[in-house]
């Protein structure tokens, strides 16, 4: 599993979780899932992850920026976004499905604009695919530094306060309890970020692990599966 160093950026691979925390300077992280039960999208044509469809993957994505309203207000917390990636591997049709303000979905939706994808393939051809990116803006009051998981513990719990449908904040925290040996904390938090998103892959890799560790087998091999059917690359195995 990855580690959270003193730049305060890990990446997980494909669910591009990039969660940024216990910074003493504000920063952002995004993270990338599929959710074909969300609405109709405005694009006909338009596929969800799954059933011969693979997911894109993320070759180029700029973090977006903290705006000075959310720094000087201490606002912290993670703004979702809609969007359908072309055959061209480029985002458009962005819309926010869970705001922020203070100028940070803008912020979000500003740097977004940028990512480029490998696209979706279906039957070897490309195909638009509709998607939600989650990113996360976290401000650390202590730094967080590599192999302080207390301090991680803080900064997460600090944005679930801020707010509680936080997923990528459940996940960290999740994380850092996991390396901590609080086996039990870690599993309920991974459990509470797939709550509040059923398609967050790097929940289901974290848990899978957690669960692992307490030796419930069929548990893991569950959320191993669900983690590669929402197209998490790594494998959960010892």
């Not at 009051?141 to 590599?146: G, K, S, T, Y």
Request: with cysteine; hydrophobic share 35%; aromatic share 8%.
């Amino acid at each position: 599993m990855s580690l959270i160093t003193n730049c305060a950026r890990f990446i997980t691979v494909m669910s591009l979780v990039l969660a940024v925390h216990g910074q003493t300077q504000p920063s952002a992280g995004t993270g990338l899932s599929h959710n074909p039960s969300f609405g109709d999208t405005s694009e006909s044509g338009a596929s969800h992850v799954g059933g011969g469809v693979s997911a894109p993957k993320p070759i180029l994505s700029p973090e977006p920026e903290y705006s000075e309203m959310a720094r000087k207000a201490k606002i912290q917390g993670t703004c979702i976004l809609w969007l359908i990636v072309g055959p061209d591997g480029k985002p458009r049709n962005i819309r926010v499905a869970s705001p922020l303000g203070y100028g940070l979905d803008e912020k979000a939706v500003e740097a977004v604009k940028k990512w480029r994808f490998k696209p979706s393939y279906k039957d070897g051809k490309p195909v638009p695919v509709e998607i939600n990116i989650e990113v996360g803006f976290h401000l650390g009051e202590q730094p967080a530094i590599e192999g302080d998981r207390d301090g991680q513990i803080a900064n997460s719990t600090k944005a679930i306060e801020l707010k509680p449908n936080d997923a990528v904040a459940y996940r960290n925290r999740g994380e850092a309890k996991y390396y901590k040996g609080d086996l039990d904390g870690a599993i309920a938090d991974y459990t509470k970020a797939i709550e509040l998103n059923p398609n967050f892959g790097a929940a289901y890799y974290g848990r899978c692990w957690a669960r692992r560790a307490t030796r419930n087998e069929v548990g893991a091999d569950a959320d191993d599966a669900s983690a590669k059917r929402l197209g998490y690359e790594l494998t959960c195995k010892n």
